[in-house]
């Protein structure tokens, strides 16, 4: 297992770049329509891009194991929690639940799980899996809910096959297919167009996290609003889906020791900043997704330490 100090630096290096983002919404130099340019830059050009490479490359034999099934049990166990939660006790609407359920279950695959998954686990492709998950199921019905919901607000009609039909025509979701596509049929691309793609797939995230630092500069203080929900989205995130994770992969289904390892570090991982663009993107409860962003990217480097060390002794 890798050394405190190797995990710690996949966290210092996505923190020094939201600071620079905070740093430039200081002194002027972005404000919160440089923000939503960002989040749109990335939204349309950045994360397809980075999916399709990651998805090309991707080891499928990996992907389509048992270990999806516990990662995806994880996942939808926590987010109904949240859903029942939400619908009861805070009685949020619609779009509020998206966002919230993404804040709650939805990992920071990219940014936060491939240096995790390179240090820790010593294998980038435990990846794959869980980011399968969140752009096949989570991300198309997520955001087409947020679409649907920002087409009745804006007056514009919708209809049974445009609703359908939102997930193909969203850029992220056709970046994973492609990707997918690709992988599987094993085509060879030029290396002119795959290195132009990786370029290209490089500014997603920068600029989400550039983004997110100008929203912290900008915006009310994290906590501010509905603590509570905030504190019980958070704890989902860091707590109960790694753990649900591993009393799955460990008791249920008894995975080996490496592969509950890394289900239940992937679990761990902090809320991805995809949810602040979806949430920016919807106009949706953007504060709720930068709280959870940034609370759990700080409660994950306790929490991922402690349960690989979890692992380790059960």
Known sequence: MASVEDVLSGFFTIWFVIGIGWLL?????????SQRVLSQVSFWVGLPALLFGSLRRAELGRIFSQNVIVSLLAIFITLAIYLLLASTVWQR????KVIGGFASCYVNANNMGLPIAAYVLHDTSWVAPILLIQV??????????????????NGQKTSAV???????????????????????????LPELMTSTIDLVGGIAVPAMLIAFGVSLRAGPLPG??????????????????????????????????????AV???AGLPTAQNVFIFAMRGEESVQLARDAIFITSFASIPAVTGLAALVHLI
């Open 25 to 33: 919404a200081q002194f002027r130099v972005l404000d919160a329509h």
């Open 93 to 96: 609407g619609a779009g509020h």
């Open 136 to 153: 096949v199921f989570l991300q198309p019905v997520g955001l087409s809910i947020l679409d649907a919901l920002s087409a009745r607000r």
């Open 162 to 188: 445009r609703n359908i039909t939102l997930p193909f025509r969203n850029p992220m979701t056709i970046g994973v297919i492609a990707g997918l596509l690709v992988n599987l049929t094993g085509v060879g």
């Open 224 to 261: 501010y609003g509905n603590l509570g929900e905030t504190i019980t989205v958070s704890v989902l995130k860091v707590l109960v889906q790694p753990l649900l994770a591993f009393a799955l992969a460990r008791f249920v289904f008894g995975l080996d020791p490496a592969t509950t390892l």
């Open 264 to 266: 239940t570090v992937m």
